[in-house]
């Protein structure tokens, strides 16, 4: 079945430490998109790709990083920088101007 | 700046009622809207995408509007499972709103 996987759904860090969050999909899509949720909040956007090799900053990007080697991956590296990391992480992908498909996300908490 | 704003921020009516909600944007360049709903600790789900002022749609229970600044959604007979949050955004995957929190009363 085609769609759209994140990992791990649960991921704990220290402080100091940097984390990888993983976005897989097979639906073909050329957009994929990362972002944080924060309790009570909306979709907040992180960084965005409309092709391989090529990313853009969202509205927070600072203290993440994200690459597009492959069509089917968009990686997300929360780093020590990010001064308050816990929160749910929501990756997506789309057709061009299409209907967004998400993850069921990726819940990191800073111990 | 883009915004989304969503009216009412919560939204509580009886099973069997409609529950109707709306956002409003601003946009520097708007290319359709789509309606998602989410529930707690889940990624959301695409419902419908509206593509023109006065453009409207029905799938089911749901019935959306799309205006010259905003949308309007309705979900007639309301049932304990619509419980959610509902949000709209652009589809340009950009901004979204912080949606709408519907709670089904028994």
């Known amino acids: 079945d085609g769609g759209i996987t994140q990992s791990p759904k649960y991921l704990f860090r220290k402080e100091g430490q940097n984390v990888t969050l993983s976005c897989e999909q097979n639906l073909n899509h050329d957009a994929m998109y990362w972002y944080r949720q924060d309790p009570g909040q909306g979709l907040r956007l992180i960084y965005y790709s409309q092709i391989v090799n090529d990313f853009q900053k969202g509205d927070i990007a600072e203290g993440y990083s994200v690459s597009r080697e492959k069509k089917e991956s968009f990686p997300l590296t929360v780093t020590s920088a990010q001064k308050n990391p816990t929160a749910f992480y929501l990756c997506?992908?789309?057709?061009?101007?299409?209907?967004?498909?998400f993850g069921e996300g990726s819940r990191l908490t800073v111990l | 700046e883009n915004q989304v704003e969503h009216s009412p921020h919560f939204l509580g009516p009886q099973q069997g009622d409609v529950a109707s909600m709306s956002c409003t944007y601003s946009v520097s360049r708007f290319n359709n809207l789509q309606w998602y709903r989410q529930n707690t600790g889940m990624g959301p789900k695409h419902l419908l995408s509206m593509y023109s002022a006065g453009y409207e749609k029905q799938k089911g229970r749901l019935n959306a509007t799309l205006l010259k600044n905003g949308s309007s959604l309705y979900i007639t007979a309301v049932q304990p499972e619509d419980s959610a949050t509902y949000f709209c955004?652009?589809?340009?995957?950009?901004?979204f709103g912080k949606g709408t929190h519907l709670i089904i009363q028994p």
């Open positions: 955004g652009g589809a340009d995957g950009l901004t």
């Open positions: 997506a992908s789309a057709r061009t101007l299409g209907e967004l498909f």
